[in-house]
Nanobody, 115 residues
């Protein structure tokens, strides 16, 4: 069983930055693909950023150039650095990993961008 725990969300003004952290209970980030998703009220959950086991990354067009996904294999941790935040980035952000074809999700962390 894999457990994922997100942290780092909060209230930030437009143009500000936040760093989200996803801590895993086992060494999965060096072996499996993982990513960050978000869901705003009334909207479907969408992929924000992904990272493969080899370290390749991909981003949603809406966050390219502003968000950066990374991982620390030793600490079993994945990060999402979010810069130049916009009100439309407001959502609950979830960590995801697919381990042996089984998807795992964290409980999410709320990000609110507002003045």
């Amino acid at each position: 069983q894999v457990q994922l725990v997100e942290s780092g969300g909060g209230l930030v003004q437009p143009g500000g930055s936040l760093r989200l952290t996803c801590a895993a209970s086992t060494h999965i980030f060096s072996l499996y693909a993982a990513g960050w998703y978000r869901q705003a009220p009334g909207k479907q959950r969408e992929m924000v950023a992904g990272i493969t086991s080899g370290g390749s990354t991909n981003y949603a067009d809406s966050v390219k150039g502003r968000f950066t996904i990374s991982r620390d294999k030793i600490k079993n941790t994945m990060y999402l650095q979010m810069n130049s935040l916009k009100p439309e980035d407001t959502a609950r952000y979830y960590c995801n990993a697919v381990v042996q074809f089984t998807p795992y999700w964290g409980q999410g962390t709320q990000v609110t961008v507002s003045s």
